[in-house]
């Protein structure tokens, strides 16, 4: 179990579960539109806003005959091309008739003015989260599937095409590191309220020029960590990866090392199992993990290990610079946001460390 100074009950309770609206809007005009334009749909409605969701308020939808969760952007000014719900609804459509397991779409809003901002609405997937990566509530021997079932999963939507499902222009392919070092280095050199930080501006400074010069381009998810999946209530099996926010065309060993900084993640920023002794919890090495994911996807080894964590440890660290700004300008969706935003300079030495 995690000794840090949050413990993993800690983090559930403050993600899992829903609350009072914290962003609110005109639930009388959702209800109006969700009849217009949900099949089956009859009010009237009841809304909460989900703990969890760092980035993009998400609120479950309750009538007396069936649920929904609708994901908005969030209130008030955004950063240029963050928070784009339509994107992750435009994924989560491709990959419906695909191996990879996704929330139904039933819904799309790019009208502004229902709720304030684009939305869509998606079916609600009953299910079990884990916000422990130790899965400490398993016995030990049931452990290990569910490790299994994570790098199935990601390993399946790496050997998708994307030309094939529908999503050849999703993103732009080739320079994938290139343009996301750019991209994140820009976002966070331009939030001028959250602040510089030295070890960041040394990997702003470092990793362009670290770039391996193998260049691949797959779906990639971009927070594909244990706790933006819904396995089945009892088995390992995964029924909903959630969170497409992030997706985009990119290199899959960016997404398969960002999904495997559990191993050395301090598990009181997010599920991770840093500092402790993934064999002695049932699981497997993260060795034996990384094999598993090239067996299945065709690779003989990943060279440049450490360039690819350290870019994504950057990476989650503009993302939680990112948080940061949105709590001090007082539009973080999350309850949880400002615990968050004070593990950006922990974030930012892990990957400094890496260089």
């Known amino acids: 179990m995690p000794t840090d100074a949050r413990s993993a009950s800690a983090i559930a309770a403050a993600n899992s579960g829903t609350g009072a609206m914290r962003t609110r809007f005109d639930t009388a005009a959702l209800e109006q539109w969700m009849a217009s334009h949900v099949a089956g749909f009859a009010g009237p409605l009841r809304v ?21 969760v609708l994901r908005r952007k969030p209130a008030g000014p955004v950063l240029k091309g963050a928070h784009d719900v339509l994107r992750e609804a435009q994924v989560q459509q491709a990959l419906a008739q695909t191996g990879v397991p996704v929330a139904r779409i039933l819904a799309i809003c790019a009208d502004e003015t229902i709720i304030g901002s684009a939305f869509y609405v998606m079916e609600l997937v009953e299910g079990r989260i ?6 400490a509530d398993l016995p030990r021997a049931a452990r290990a599937p569910y490790y299994d079932e994570m790098n199935r999963v990601i390993a399946a939507l790496h050997r998708l095409d994307p030309v094939a499902v529908g999503l050849g222009t999703f993103g732009r392919p080739g320079s994938y590191f290139a343009r996301q070092i750019g991209r994140w ?3 966070y050199q331009a939030d001028t309220l959250a602040g510089r930080d030295a070890a960041m501006d040394a990997l702003v400074a470092w990793l362009p020029g670290a770039v391996p010069a193998d260049d691949e381009t797959r779906i990639v998810h971009g927070d594909f960590r244990i706790d933006n999946l819904i396995f089945h209530p009892t088995e390992p099996r995964i029924l909903a990866v959630l969170d497409w926010e992030l997706s985009t065309l990119g290199h899959p060993l960016a997404d398969f090392a960002y999904h495997a900084m559990l191993y050395t993640m301090p598990p009181d920023i997010v599920a991770g199992l840093g500092g402790a002794d993934p064999v002695a919890l049932g699981l497997p090495s993260q060795e034996a993990y990384v094999a598993a994911y090239c067996a299945r996807t065709g690779r003989n080894g990943i060279p440049d290990w450490n360039f690819y964590l350290a870019f994504n ?6 993302i939680f610079h990112g948080i940061k700004g949105r709590v ?3 539009t973080a969706s999350n309850a949880d946001a400002a615990e968050r935003a004070k593990a ?12």
């Not at 884990?130 to 899965?135: E, K, Q, V």
């Not at 950006?344 to 400094?352: D, G, I, K, S, V």
């Open 48 to 68: 909460d806003q989900f703990n969890g969701g760092q980035s993009n308020p998400t609120y479950r939808l309750t009538t007396s005959s069936a649920r929904y």
């Open 130 to 135: 884990f916000w422990d990566a130790s899965l």
């Open 185 to 187: 280095s820009q976002q």
């Open 313 to 318: 440890y950057f990476r989650l660290a503009a």
């Open 328 to 330: 001090l300008r007082g």
């Open 344 to 355: 950006f300079p922990r974030l930012a030495r892990l990957a400094h460390a890496l260089l």
